[in-house]
């Protein structure tokens, strides 16, 4: 092989993978609007970010990566401003806070406010995807904080909404 068929080789190898293959997931319900899941939506921060957009997500930016945290600023556009690993770490962080992970049987976000000078992340709201069956449940939290007993007696009282997933492709 020349070096000119070498080179037209790596090119087509390049022109045709791409950067991120984003998956698009759409969640709907009767009656509510849709809830959109998008893995490998971008890349911030040197890392592959997994976002979710439903009328239940306010003042954050959620996204994170898989098995992390995204950080987004407390005001304004409350736009993504970082990541990190452990919960550890964003416990001196003010703003939302998204968990994340996903395998090969479940999608989970988790979104809530953290606030260090005034009892820490307090969750608004979960999304559990199950891949193998398509279906889904969201779980509200408004202003409870899920760490002492009387909030998680009061998480376990709270009924999902369920909603119905398939992964799409973008017409446009």
């Known amino acids: 092989m020349g070096a000119r068929t070498k080179v037209l080789t790596c090119l087509l190898a390049l022109t045709t993978t791409p950067a991120l293959a984003k998956e698009l997931i759409l969640c709907r319900r009767a009656g509510s609007p849709d809830t959109v899941i998008t893995l490998q939506a971008s890349t911030q ?6 976002c979710i957009a439903g009328n239940f997500v306010t ?5 994170a990566p898989n098995g992390a945290y995204g ?6 556009s409350a736009e993504l401003v970082g990541t990190v690993d452990r919960w550890q770490d964003y416990a001196d962080h003010l703003g939302g806070v998204v968990s994340h ?7 989970y976000f988790s979104g809530g406010f953290n606030s260090p000078n005034n009892g820490g992340l307090t969750d608004n709201w979960s999304f559990t995807v199950n891949r193998l069956t398509g279906h889904a449940e969201l779980k509200e939290f408004p202003g409870q904080s899920p760490y002492g007993s009387e909030q998680l007696r009061k998480h376990s009282e709270i009924k999902p909404v369920s909603y119905v997933c398939h992964q799409v492709k973008p017409r446009l």
């Open 101 to 107: 992970f996903v395998n090969a049987d479940t999608i």
């Open 59 to 63: 003042d954050m930016t959620p996204c």
């Open 45 to 50: 921060f040197n890392r592959t970010l997994d």
């Open 71 to 76: 950080l987004s600023a407390p005001t304004g």
